[in-house]
Structure formats: C-alpha cells, structure tokens
C-alpha cells in the first residue's frame, strides 16, 4: 500500500483516488438510481439537485482547508466560485443549443450527462497539460493572465451578440460529411435506415448527437478562459482539477434550473468579463505591489470575486424583472 503516498502532481496518490472515488460514485448515482429512466426534470428537483452539489463541493472545499490549510482552501473556494460562474453563461449557450436542435426536456439529461463526462476527461487533459508548462516556463502565467484580461475586455463588448448555432464551423462540417436525419429518434443518438441516394440500409446521426457534439465544442471554448483563469488563481493541480470538475458536476442540475429563465441574468456576462480582467490583474498587481511570496492576498482575492459576482446577479436580476424570454431560432 505504498504506492499509495506516493506523490503524484505534488498530491498523495490517495487523495487523487478517494476524488475520483467521490466522481465515479456521484455519476452511478445519477445516472444508475436518479435518472434511471428516462423522464423531464422538473425545475424544482434541480435546484435541490444544484444545492446539493453545490453543499457538497462547498464542503470539499472544508476539508481542503483543514487538511492543507488556509490558503489553499480559500484558494480552492475561489476557483470553485469562478468556475461555477463561467459555468452559468455556459448554460446560456447549451439552452440556444437545445432550442436550435428541438430537443425536449426529456431528452436533454442524456446529452448534459455524456457531455459532462467528455467534459471531465477534456479538463483533465487540459489542467494536467497546463500543469506540466506552468512548472516548467513560470512566465506562461503572465501569458495566462493577459490573455484573461484580453477575453474579459472582448466579452464586455460582445455581450450584447448571440451565439450562432447554425453557423458553427464544425456543425457545417458534420453535415457536409456524415448522414444526419431531420428529426429526433427518441433518445438515439444513431439510427440505421435506408439511404434516400443508395437505397441501402445506413447508419445515420440524430439531431440529439449533433447537440452532443456541440456541447462539447462549447466546453471546449469555455475551457480556454477558465483553465487560465484557475491558473491564475493557483497553480496547484489538484486545487486546479477538483474545484473545476466540482463545478462541472452540477452543471446539469444548474442548466434545468435556470433553462427557463437564462434571460434574466443577461447582465451577468458584464459582470463576468470584469471578473476575467481582476483574474488576469491580480497577477501583475501583486508584482507591482510586492505581496508576500508573490501572490495577490487569497482573502483579498475571493472577497473581491464574490462582490464582483453579486453586484452583476443582482443588477442583472433588477434590470430584467418582469421580461419575457427569448428563445433561439429552432433548427430549420
């Protein structure tokens, strides 16, 4: 059982295991005993869902306090807030594409489910990727942190601009490329059926696999601002990897919850652009300023995150009260 403190990215390898043991249960449960079978989540068991995955990352975030210290939990509780925030305009994006495929509710928890777990392993390999440079060039966090001062000044001036579903590069390319059906097969994501050109029996996509991959390719997008953003906050990689995929687990709890009222928190993105920029400042700030060991106060850090987050919900939510909701043009 040695092998068992052995360290492994600066973390005893027991701590590594007993995280994934905490994943691989959460998803069992979800999937094999929660949504078993195929129903529509209702809003209110989602957001009894998303408290609860939140508690327990909350919670997570405790034990890392007390067993590595103060600094690292909150360091683990900044980058769990900044990531579930981020993860909140990723919802934005996941309901226009759900409404442009027509997928109904009954279906979408298949597709956020298998997303999620692209989602874990693409983190994974992006965080441990980043890692590895981090250690190895120190100076790619200044590069981390101008190019999160550079993203947040470019959402700021494209909040006002929708995503485009139909003219994703990718999604014009699968459709060039692959036999795709015009309508839902229930929850298949791959149907066989006679091709209209040859006459022969074909496999064909599904629009529901179409949403799957564009999932992905917004995770994957998203991805490019929050890996910089937690490394600018800690470069400890299993700080970096358990806040991340903390936030990531209840994304799907969260998009049922707030599916239905995404526009009222279309301020949101202002507040979230200023949030990249303070990110990406603070690690030239605490040059500037001479902090001790070189890094922005983490107290400093994550009073200034929360306030940053409540001031653009709470603006958000005054200045929308009583609009109707904007839905995406639906696939043609």
């Known amino acids: 059982m040695e092998f068992l403190f052995v360290e492994w990215l600066t973390k005893p390898v027991w701590m590594w295991l007993a995280f994934l043991g905490v994943v691989v249960t959460l998803l069992v ?5 929660l949504h078993r079978d195929q129903r529509e989540i209702e809003v209110k068991e989602s957001l009894v869902l ?3 995955y939140i508690a327990l990352g909350l919670a997570f975030g405790g034990w890392v306090w007390w067993y590595l210290g103060e600094q690292a939990g909150k360091e683990y509780i900044t980058g769990f807030v900044v990531e579930k925030s981020l993860a909140m305009d990723n919802v934005f994006v996941i309901a226009m594409i759900f409404t442009y495929f027509a997928v109904p ?3 979408q928890h298949r597709v956020l489910f298998w997303g999620i777990l692209g989602v874990i392993v693409l983190r994974g390999i992006m965080i441990g990727l980043g890692a590895t440079l981090v250690s190895q060039f120190g100076w790619l966090l200044y590069v981390f942190a101008a190019f999160l001062i550079f993203t947040g000044i470019k959402m700021w001036v494209m909040a006002d601009k929708e995503f485009d579903v139909g003219s994703s590069p990718v999604l014009v390319w699968v459709r060039k490329r692959f036999r795709v059906t015009d309508e839902l097969h229930g929850d298949k994501f791959w149907v066989k059926q006679p091709d209209p050109k040859t006459g022969t029996a074909a496999w064909f996509m599904t629009p529901l696999f179409l949403a799957l991959i564009m999932v992905e390719i917004v995770d994957v997008v998203f991805a490019v601002d929050s890996v910089p953003a937690i490394f ?3 470069t400890d990689p299993f700080i970096v990897y358990t806040s991340n995929i903390f936030a990531i687990l209840g994304l799907r709890a969260l998009y049922f919850a707030l599916a239905a009222m995404v526009h009222r928190f279309h301020y949101l993105k202002y507040a979230l652009s200023v949030l990249l920029v303070f990110i990406g400042s ?3 700030l605490a040059d500037l300023a001479g902090f001790p060991n070189g890094k922005f106060p983490p107290s ?3 009073g200034i995150t929360f306030a940053i987050l409540a001031a653009g919900i709470g603006y958000s939510l005054w200045k929308t009260r009583g ?3 904007v839905t ?4 043609e």
């Open 328 to 331: 995406a043009k639906p696939a």
């Open 105 to 107: 509710r009954l279906y």
């Open 323 to 325: 609009q109707p909701a």
């Open 300 to 302: 400093w850090g994550l």
């Open 29 to 33: 449960l979800d999937l094999g005993v």
């Open 282 to 284: 603070k690690i030239f």
């Open 232 to 234: 600018a906050i800690t």
């Open 50 to 52: 998303s408290a609860f």
